[in-house]
Nanobody
Framework: QVQLVESGGGLVQAGGSLRLSCAAS????????MGWFRQAPGKEREFVAA????????RYADSVKGRFTISRVNAKNTVYLQMNSLKPEDTAVYYC??????????????WGQGTQVTVSS
């Protein structure tokens, strides 16, 4: 089992920045590729970014490319999502997930509880 706890969400004005963190415990964190997803009210959960076990070759949704950066520090069992130039359409609950390196939520084995990000216009 892997337990994931997200933090760092909040309310920010458009154009601002936030950094989300996801702390993992349980099985060896460095064995797992990690991803971030988000879900807005009334919408399906959508892929945001993913990173492989070593921290190289990140993947991004087109909607966040150039604005968001995913990274990880295996020594701290933590994955991050740096979000810059935030837009109101980025408003959602953001979830951390472990076990996949894919845009499909079904490819991930473990999920955090989510953290709310709200971007005001």
């Amino acid at each position: 089992q892997v337990q994931l706890v997200e933090s760092g969400g909040g309310l920010v004005q458009a154009g601002g920045s936030l950094r989300l963190s996801c702390a993992a415990s349980g099985h060896t964190f460095s064995n797992y590729p990690m991803g971030w997803f988000r879900q807005a009210p009334g919408k399906e959960r959508e892929f945001v970014a993913a990173i492989n076990w070593s921290g190289g070759i990140p993947r991004y949704a087109d909607s966040v490319k150039g604005r968001f950066t995913i990274s990880r520090v295996n020594a701290k069992n933590t994955v991050y999502l740096q979000m810059n130039s935030l837009k109101p359409e980025d408003t959602a609950v953001y979830y951390c997930a472990a076990g996949g390196y894919s845009g499909s939520p079904s490819m991930y084995d473990y999920w955090g509880q989510g953290t709310q990000v709200t971007v005001s216009s």
